[in-house]
């Protein structure tokens, strides 16, 4: 095979062939993945799940991660925080032409590791060559099915006054991790991105909480974007402890230089959940025996007061409105 992608790669002919036995087969193949126009699965109980996105982080490998181990996080999660087992991918991706064929299959290696730790398959795929400069690297975009366990009715819209609120482990670290993989501010520190996939910390909690309300994954716009739109959506108030909420000292760090609220800054491995009070202890002890969620905390709890407002006391005991969330700061982050 050559060295970089070209546009024969994307024609269909048999460049196109030998990319997809030699690079995706090795690395994401299942006995559902043919050759044939769709896959063919049985067909699951119950009531099924889907979700899509599209993935076009720059740069496309930073600390913790790379745009594949993402594009399956991204939508594993979206399906889990519906209370869904996923079970089935699909990955479409436009390469430009002149990308290198080692870097894909780096791409391909880590999406192929992560489906195996979140236990769903990847059972069709397309792959378009772009030509120089139509698009930047690579662009991926997942679908993703699963399947939800009767009785689990999670939505935005389900937070009720009292709910406690649990975020899984300290925010902010994938877009403080993006921002100094940019190397715009010339600060050095070691920030790893959480992007994980979270299916198995969703299952554990349901297990103790099977009436849990809301879950969301607090991508693109943080975990303070997730509170807002909770609000919203269920008509509700929420207070938050600024002290409760966990963020990493190197996230403290970076955020305190450059004057950004981690809140607001991106995770990829972090959800924010809505449970009722009582279940609200067992839901962090079962949160905290599952690999990515070890940080879980409560930050806080609905109210039905200050409706569509998150109000955020501070760690001298003021209270202060967390700020609407405001204008994207950082492009292209997942
Ligand atoms: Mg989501």
Same mark, same amino acid.
């Given at each position: 095979?050559?060295?970089?992608?070209?546009?024969?790669?994307? !024609?269909?002919?048999?460049?196109?062939?030998?990319?997809?036995?030699?690079?995706?087969?090795?690395?994401?193949?299942?006995?559902?993945?043919?050759?044939? +126009?769709?896959?063919?699965?049985?067909?699951?109980?119950?009531?099924?799940?889907?979700?899509?996105?599209?993935?076009?982080?720059?740069?496309?490998?930073?600390?913790?991660? *790379?745009?594949?181990?993402?594009? %399956?996080?991204?939508?594993?999660?979206?399906?889990?925080?519906?209370?869904?087992?996923?079970?089935?991918?699909?990955?479409?991706?436009?390469?430009?032409?002149?990308?290198? $064929?080692?870097?894909?299959?780096?791409?391909?290696?880590?999406?192929?590791?992560?489906?195996?730790?979140?236990?769903?398959?990847?059972?069709?795929?397309?792959?378009?060559?772009?030509?120089?400069?139509?698009? +930047?690297? $690579?662009?991926?975009?997942?679908?993703?099915?699963? $399947? %939800?366990?009767?009785?689990?009715?999670?939505?935005?819209? *389900? =937070?009720?006054?009292?709910?406690?609120?649990?975020?899984?482990? +300290?925010?902010?670290?994938?877009?403080?991790?993006?921002?100094? =993989?940019?190397?715009?501010?010339?600060?050095?520190? +070691?920030?790893?991105?959480?992007?994980? /996939?979270?299916?198995?910390?969703?299952? =554990?909690?349901?297990?103790?909480?099977?009436?849990?309300?809301? %879950?969301?994954?607090?991508?693109?716009?943080?975990?303070?974007?997730?509170?807002?739109?909770?609000?919203?959506? !269920?008509?509700?108030?929420?207070?938050? !402890?600024?002290?409760?909420?966990?963020?990493?000292?190197?996230?403290?760090?970076?955020?305190?230089?450059?004057?950004?609220?981690?809140?607001?800054?991106?995770?990829?491995?972090?959800?924010?959940?809505?449970? /009722?009070?009582?279940?609200?202890?067992?839901?962090?002890?079962?949160?905290?025996?599952?690999?990515?969620?070890?940080?879980? =905390?409560?930050?806080?709890?609905?109210?039905?007061?200050?409706?569509?407002?998150?109000?955020?006391?501070?760690?001298?005991?003021?209270?202060?409105?967390?700020?609407?969330?405001?204008?994207?700061?950082?492009?292209?982050?997942?």
């Amino acid at each position: 095979m050559s060295d970089v992608i070209t546009l024969a790669h994307g !024609s269909g002919g048999r460049k196109t062939s030998e990319l997809i036995a030699e690079l995706f087969k090795k690395n994401l193949g299942n006995e559902y993945f043919t050759a044939d +126009d769709a896959a063919v699965m049985p067909k699951p109980e119950g009531r099924i799940a889907m979700s899509t996105d599209g993935f076009i982080v720059s740069p496309w490998e930073f600390n913790g991660g *790379n745009i594949g181990k993402l594009s %399956i996080c991204g939508t594993v999660n979206d399906l889990a925080c519906m209370g869904a087992k996923p079970l089935y991918l699909t990955c479409s991706y436009i390469v430009e032409e002149g990308f290198p $064929v080692e870097d894909l299959e780096k791409i391909a290696q880590a999406m192929g590791e992560t489906c195996r730790k979140a236990g769903v398959k990847i059972v069709a795929g397309d792959t378009k060559v772009a030509g120089k400069g139509q698009v +930047d690297k $690579v662009f991926i975009t997942t679908a993703g099915v699963g $399947v %939800i366990a009767d009785g689990v009715n999670l939505s935005g819209a *389900n =937070a009720k006054p009292g709910d406690k609120i649990i975020v899984t482990g +300290d925010v902010g670290r994938h877009g403080t991790c993006i921002l100094l =993989a940019r190397d715009e501010y010339g600060i050095e520190a +070691d920030v790893k991105s959480d992007c994980a /996939p979270l299916w198995d910390a969703v299952e =554990a909690v349901l297990a103790v909480c099977p009436e849990m309300h809301v %879950i969301r994954d607090a991508t693109r716009g943080g975990v303070g974007t997730v509170l807002y739109e909770i609000c919203d959506q !269920s008509g509700v108030g929420i207070d938050i !402890s600024s002290e409760a909420v966990p963020v990493a000292p190197e996230v403290r760090g970076v955020t305190g230089m450059l004057g950004l609220e981690p809140l607001y800054l991106a995770c990829e491995g972090t959800m924010v959940m809505f449970c /009722p009070a009582e279940y609200a202890d067992k839901v962090v002890e079962a949160l905290k025996q599952t690999e990515h969620a070890k940080g879980a =905390a409560v930050i806080g709890e609905v109210t039905a007061e200050n409706k569509g407002r998150v109000v955020m006391t501070t760690s001298i005991g003021g209270k202060t409105y967390l700020p609407q969330p405001g204008n994207e700061l950082l492009p292209r982050i997942c």
